[in-house]
Every structure is written in structure tokens, then in C-alpha cells.
């Protein structure tokens, strides 16, 4: 309940201890994975992946749009380099 309360109250992505600087790449590309890697997981136990959700607005807000394009491209084409 407290997760799907956090979901509406959402504007963008919080402040992250694992990455304290104002770079925040490492961010963006960390949520991506996390974000697939949740759904991946979820769907292999035939489970609900609303709770993935969070990771997708994180990266959604910190990505530049055009790096997400190219991401769900190599996804498509099985070339991401990431291990999801």
C-alpha cells in the first residue's frame, strides 16, 4: 500500500545513496536494468509486474529520451549489451 502511495504522489526520481553525484548516468542506466529485470522476473513466475513500475518512472525521468529509444531498440534486436 505504501508502494502504490509513493507511485501517486510521484514527480521525480528521488535522491539515490548509490549515486550522490549530480551525473546521474549511472542512474538512469541502473533503473533501466532494474526496471527489466523486475519484469523479466515477474513474468517468469506468472506474477503482476505493477511493482516494476517505480524503476520505470525513475529512469523515464532521469533518461534522456533518446538513449531509452536506442536501449528498447537493442532489446528488440537482442544486442543490449546490459545483462538483464
Do not use: M
Request: aromatic letters at 14%; a positive charge; charged letters at 25%.
Amino acid at each position: 500500500l505504501a508502494s502504490v502511495e509513493k507511485l501517486k504522489n510521484y514527480r521525480t526520481a528521488p535522491f539515490d545513496a548509490r549515486f550522490p553525484n549530480t551525473n546521474q548516468t549511472r542512474n538512469c542506466y541502473q533503473n533501466y536494468l532494474d526496471y527489466h529485470r523486475c519484469n523479466k522476473a515477474l513474468s517468469a513466475k506468472n506474477q503482476d509486474p505493477a511493482p516494476c513500475e517505480w524503476y520505470h518512472r525513475v529512469y523515464k525521468s532521469l533518461c534522456p529520451i533518446s538513449w531509452v529509444q536506442k536501449w528498447d531498440g537493442q532489446l528488440e534486436a537482442g544486442t543490449f549489451p546490459g545483462k538483464i
